[in-house]
């Protein structure tokens, strides 16, 4: 989910266990969204992307779910390994208005455990 | 693969001095951005660029400028920088239009003493 304050939501898992991250987003007009990955001292890393058409889109180890009833999207990490450590963060696109600006979540620290 | 890359990784600079941060893409990218992020803060957008010479405000464009001379490089300017502009600061860039994808660059962590 989102952070509150300086402390990230935090997902503690052992490795080969599945993860599932949440992201909540406020505009009911958005309609197209990402994941992003981001290691220790790097810039975000792409991860997959999905358009409001669809509720699912799947790829390497990776699924993303889109709810628009309630608008919430997650991310689904399979087989987790100790190089998914990062923060993942959301980030939304609204149509209408300046089309170039993302709205980004405040990101969930996921935690691989040897 | 897309190629972002920033001019340091890290810099230190003095209260009052002027600052350039200059990003350049590879991918023949129409967009580009200029980001902060801070703990609890998440990502800011400072300034974005959809074509040469073309800016826009972000949501936090006090105190930067940025230039855009070629499509292929957006610089980001501190006139005059200031202890609360300590921060990470990260470039980005996209295809044209607004719902694609933008790509990172590795980030240039300044600290202003």
């Known amino acids: 989910g989102e952070s509150v304050g300086l402390h990230l939501p935090t997902l503690s898992v052992q490795e080969g266990d599945n993860s599932i991250i949440n992201c909540a987003y406020s505009n009911s007009a958005s309609d197209y969204f990402i994941w992003y990955k981001q290691e220790s001292g790097k810039g975000p890393q792409f991860i997959i992307d999905i358009r409001s058409n669809m509720d699912k889109r799947q790829g390497q180890r990776v699924t993303v779910l889109l709810n628009k009833t309630v608008k919430h999207l997650s991310l689904q990490i399979a087989a987790t390994q100790p190089g998914d450590s990062a923060v993942y963060f959301c980030?939304?696109?609204?149509?209408?208005?300046?089309?170039?600006?993302?709205?980004f979540g405040k990101g969930t620290l996921l935690t691989v455990n040897p | 693969d897309v190629k972002v890359t920033q001019s340091s990784r890290y810099l230190v600079k003095r209260t009052g001095e002027k600052v350039f941060l200059e990003c350049v893409q590879d991918?023949?990218?129409?967009?580009m951005f200029w980001y902060r992020q801070d703990p609890g803060l998440g990502l800011r957008l400072i300034y974005f660029s959809y074509d040469v010479k073309m800016k826009e405000k972000g949501d936090i464009p006090e105190g930067y400028s940025v230039s855009r001379e070629k499509k292929e490089r957006f610089s980001l300017i501190l006139e005059s920088a200031s202890t609360n502009q300590t921060s990470m600061y990260l470039c980005a860039s996209s295809l044209a239009g607004g719902r694609e994808t933008q790509y990172f660059g590795p980030g240039t962590r300044l600290l202003v003493l």
């Open positions: 980030a939304e696109n609204t149509s209408g208005g300046s089309n170039y600006k993302l709205t």
């Open positions: 991918m023949d990218h129409e967009n």
